[in-house]
């Protein structure tokens, strides 16, 4: 099994390499997140220490079925992100994270909104957090964990929907 994730792992990296028409800097989006915009937030969400947490993760290295800050993988990090930023528990997996909380619309995404990708032609197969401005901060193959844009090709073409497991 571990064999055909390293096989997976590898072939997500060619086409998230490619993934350059909508390119973020985690750096200035880091700077531009903190900067007390006014967004919108679920209910009970203190996006302060939400934020924190997940910021804190950015430069850690992609390491399927590891959830430290040696080594994450995308469920790994919100479960983690979760659990440390707003005490709350989430499923391990992607696809059981999918299946928690109350689908949310893309025009209604809020900051902390769970975000899906089927990158494998197989259903739900990555997970992220999204933040604002259609960024959001996940544990990339390629990049470790980062921030990227849901209006890049790559992640546009795979996207499946989001939830709110948090709040309103």
């Known amino acids: 099994m571990v064999e055909e994730e390293v096989r997976f792992a590898s072939r997500v990296r060619e086409e998230e390499t490619r993934e350059d028409d909508a390119k973020v800097d985690p750096g ?16 009970g969400l203190n996006r302060d220490k939400f934020l924190l947490e997940a910021v804190s993760y950015l430069g850690v290295p992609y390491a399927y079925g590891e959830s430290t800050k040696d080594g994450i993988d995308c469920s790994g990090y919100t479960s983690r992100v979760y659990k440390n930023g707003a005490n709350i528990a989430l499923p391990r ?5 999918y299946a928690a909380g109350a689908p949310v619309q893309g025009d209604s ?7 899906f990708f089927d ?5 739900v197969s990555h997970v992220g957090i999204y933040l604002e401005d259609y960024l959001f901060a996940h544990a990339s193959v390629s990049y470790g964990v980062t921030i990227s844009s849901l209006q890049s090709r790559y992640y ?6 989001a939830r709110r497991v948090a709040g309103g």
């Open 28 to 43: 200035q989006a880091r700077r531009d997140l903190s900067a007390n915009r006014v967004e919108r937030t679920p209910e």
């Open 93 to 97: 997996s992607s696809r059981e994270q």
């Open 109 to 115: 995404l809020q900051f902390g909104d769970l975000v």
């Open 119 to 123: 990158t494998t032609g197989s259903g």
């Open 156 to 161: 546009r073409e795979r996207y499946v929907g």
